[in-house]
T-cell receptor, first 115, second 111 residues
Framework: GAGVSQSPSNKVTEKGKDVELRCDPISGHTALYWYRQSLGQGLEFLIYFQGNSAPDKSGLPSDRFSAERTGGSVSTLTIQRTQQEDSAVYLC?????????????FGSGTQLSVL | AQSVSQHNHHVILSEAASLELGCNYSYGGTVNLFWYVQYPGQHLQLLLKYFSGDPLVKGIKGFEAEFIKSKFSFNLRKPSVQWSDTAEYFCAVGGNNDMRFGAGTRLTVKP
């Protein structure tokens, strides 16, 4: 695709419900990142996928958070039993080869609001 | 993994003032350094990057940054800011495996 696509753009959910956030990276990009952007917290790293390697999950804040990347392309971030503190913008980014000297291309994010 | 500190949370300047935003990182290996900018209502986009060579790098819109290895710093500068520079600025460090960002600095430029 022309850019990184994220859906939905906005999600309002009730506390305790599960949510799935989708990221469609730029075609051919092997690396995919998820970040969380909260007021005053900046960009918090969540998880990183690179090709067929095991993902770096070191940023996931709790076991309620998980992510998959199917077929080396689309990724889904799942948050189970959502809490109010999960409210944030969830950003996805991709890069071509996954080398850390490459620039990241960001999606427009999913604004998650947990009531 | 690497960590990134941005000390200024919110900077307010008048047009034509000079800008310097601090960025320090913690990582023992070879790093790749970036500044990203997020204009209101827009995606994050790359402003400039350093991965080797001249430690003074120039980016878009008159921005530059200097890598000082001994200080683990990569400060962003612009000699004369414009109202259109109002945005949030993020420093990022690419280490061995992934990319980590600082908390961001919100810049407000008053006309």
């Amino acid at each position: 695709g022309a850019g990184v696509s994220q859906s939905p753009s906005n999600k309002v959910t009730e506390k305790g419900k599960d949510v799935e956030l989708r990221c469609d990276p730029i075609s051919g990009h092997t690396a995919l990142y998820w970040y969380r952007q909260s007021l005053g917290q900046g960009l918090e790293f969540l998880i990183y996928f690179q090709g067929n390697s095991a993902p770096d999950k070191s940023g996931l804040p709790s076991d309620r958070f998980s992510a998959e990347r199917t077929g080396g392309s689309v990724s889904t971030l799942t948050i189970q039993r959502t809490q109010q503190e999960d409210s944030a913008v969830y950003l996805c980014a991709s890069s071509l080869g996954g080398h850390t000297n490459e620039k990241l291309f960001f999606g427009s994010g999913t604004q998650l609001s947990v009531l | 993994a690497q960590s990134v500190s941005q000390h200024n949370h919110h900077v307010i300047l008048s047009e034509a003032a000079s800008l310097e935003l601090g960025c320090n990182y913690s990582y023992g290996g070879t790093v790749n350094l970036f500044w990203y900018v997020q204009y209101p209502g827009q995606h994050l986009q790359l402003l400039l990057k350093y991965f080797s060579g001249d430690p003074l790098v120039k980016g878009i819109k008159g921005f530059e940054a200097e890598f000082i290895k001994s200080k683990f710093s990569f400060n962003l500068r612009k000699p004369s800011v414009q109202w259109s520079d109002t945005a949030e600025y993020f420093c990022a460090v690419g280490g061995n495996n992934d990319m980590r960002f600082g908390a961001g600095t919100r810049l407000t430029v008053k006309p």
